[in-house]
């Protein structure tokens, strides 16, 4: 079955550690996303990547970092210096373009022991 | 700044009835505008795509409205059920626009 899959479902993140969120599709799209969510709040994004080797900053990439080696991955690293990492983050695929559906993984809830 | 914005207010309505969302733009010409549903802990699900020289789409119970003059989109779902409650995003997208999501809009239906 073509899809997205993230993982883990839930992530606990301890003070000054940094931990990453993976994020894997195999629908041979290009586009990859990452989104933040927060309660009651809209998805804001962080980081995305229109090819393999490129990735540009969103509205809200400090704290975060990203690699995009591969075509299937699309890792997320939450950083010491994002000092209010808890939310819910979301992966995202898309065709060719801005123009195409997304296709979303299932998420992730990242918390703050 | 551009701005995307649904009614951050929940929409309660009885089965039966027809829901209308509403989503307002400013500061964009998208090419296109999407709905997604999304349930508690999970991700959004693609439901419509209209573009920008469509007035109207329609998908089962579903329908999208796109009016570019007034930078408003409304999406109906007709006989609605309990199964329908959930939140509805909408997003613009197209040309140099990177997919923007509104806050969403819950949507409760009571039977």
């Known amino acids: 079955d073509g899809g997205i899959t993230q993982s883990p479902k839930y992530l606990f993140r301890k003070e000054g550690q940094n931990v990453t969120l993976s994020c894997e599709q195999n629908?041979?799209?290009?586009?990859m996303y990452w989104y933040r969510q927060d309660p009651g709040q809209g998805l804001r994004l962080i980081y995305y990547?229109?090819?393999?080797?490129?990735?540009q900053k969103g509205d809200i990439a400090e704290g975060y970092s990203v690699s995009r080696e591969k075509k299937e991955s699309f890792p997320l690293t939450v950083t010491s210096a994002q000092k209010n990492p808890t939310a819910f983050y979301l992966c995202?695929?898309?065709?060719?373009?801005?123009?195409?559906?997304?296709?979303f993984g299932s998420g992730t809830q990242l918390s703050v022991l | 700044s551009q701005k995307i914005e649904q009614n951050s207010e929940a929409l309660n309505i009885q089965e039966g009835k027809t829901a209308t969302l509403t989503c307002n733009y400013t500061?964009?010409?998208?090419?296109?505008l999407q709905w997604y549903r999304q349930d508690p802990g999970r991700g959004p699900v693609f439901l419509l795509l209209?573009?920008?020289?469509?007035k109207e789409k329609r998908k089962e119970r579903l329908k999208v409205t796109f009016d570019t003059t007034l930078k408003q989109s409304l999406f109906h779902i007709t006989a609605s059920q309990p199964a329908d409650s959930a939140t509805y995003l909408c997003?613009?997208?197209?040309?140099?626009?990177?997919?923007?999501f509104g806050r969403g809009t819950s949507l409760i239906v009571h039977p």
């Open positions: 995202a695929s898309q065709g060719t373009g801005f123009v195409e559906k997304l296709f």
């Open positions: 997003a613009l997208s197209g040309g140099s626009y990177i997919p923007t």
């Open positions: 629908l041979n799209h290009d586009a």
């Open positions: 500061n964009y010409s998208p090419a296109y």
């Open positions: 990547s229109q090819i393999v080797n490129d990735f």
């Open positions: 209209i573009r920008e020289n469509e």
